[in-house]
């Protein structure tokens, strides 16, 4: 295929592209770095290009690739043993602690908080500050809607780690939440 057919699509896809991508990563850095390697990729493989889908399906399905290789990396990746977390939610015989369990928040504009800019930024601050291979798991399930086995194949876990790694993790958002946001 002719490079200017590569140069149509740079130049047609990069920004839904980007979007996507920042939408799953969240850093502009890395997001312009995943379009830049699914050009790349797609350069090197435009001779396997069928037709069989529109070239704006082909590169996305490049992309989203790159997104899982990228967060798979991220997974294999080393994560200090100690938990400091627990503590702060639960008694030594496994129950939550009084101040820490669970509360019903009834907020009036509690349907439309994922539309509020504010939390968002707090939300993202709270899974940026999540263990690398926590924050993985939840962007994997809860951004990019994979289900657990898919997750589990993927980044190489078991099921019964991948469950503990995403409720742990939710603990940990929910209390950065309540520290940042209802507080």
């Given at each position: 295929m002719p490079t200017n057919l590569l140069t149509n699509w740079v130049e047609t896809y990069t920004t839904d592209l980007y979007k996507w991508a920042l939408h799953k990563v969240s850093n502009s850095e890395l997001a312009?770095?995943?379009?830049?390697?699914?050009?790349?990729?797609?350069?090197?493989?435009?001779?396997?290009?069928?037709?069989?889908?529109?070239p704006k399906t082909w590169l996305f399905s490049i992309l989203n690739h790159k997104i899982i290789d990228h967060?798979?990396?991220?997974?294999?990746?080393?994560?200090?043993?100690?938990?400091?977390s627990f503590p702060k939610?639960?008694?030594?015989?496994?129950?939550?602690?009084?101040?820490?369990?669970?509360?019903?928040?009834?907020?009036?504009?509690?349907?439309?908080?994922?539309?509020?800019?504010?939390?968002?930024?707090?939300?993202?601050?709270?899974?940026?500050?999540?263990p690398e291979k926590w924050s993985t798991s939840v962007k994997l399930k809860y951004l990019m809607e994979k289900n657990g086995d898919e997750i589990c194949q993927e980044l190489g876990i078991t099921p019964s780690n991948f469950w503990q790694i995403v409720h742990r993790a939710k603990l940990q958002l929910r209390d950065c939440v309540e520290k940042n946001w209802y507080n």
């Amino acid at each position: 295929m002719p490079t200017n057919l590569l140069t149509n699509w740079v130049e047609t896809y990069t920004t839904d592209l980007y979007k996507w991508a920042l939408h799953k990563v969240s850093n502009s850095e890395l997001a312009k770095d995943l379009v830049q390697d699914t050009f790349l990729s797609a350069a090197e493989k435009m001779d396997t290009f069928k037709g069989e889908s529109t070239p704006k399906t082909w590169l996305f399905s490049i992309l989203n690739h790159k997104i899982i290789d990228h967060y798979r990396k991220k997974v294999h990746q080393t994560v200090p043993v100690e938990d400091q977390s627990f503590p702060k939610f639960f008694e030594h015989d496994g129950g939550w602690q009084e101040q820490r369990k669970p509360n019903d928040w009834q907020f009036e504009d509690e349907s439309h908080l994922l539309d509020n800019s504010e939390f968002q930024q707090i939300l993202k601050k709270c899974l940026d500050a999540l263990p690398e291979k926590w924050s993985t798991s939840v962007k994997l399930k809860y951004l990019m809607e994979k289900n657990g086995d898919e997750i589990c194949q993927e980044l190489g876990i078991t099921p019964s780690n991948f469950w503990q790694i995403v409720h742990r993790a939710k603990l940990q958002l929910r209390d950065c939440v309540e520290k940042n946001w209802y507080n």
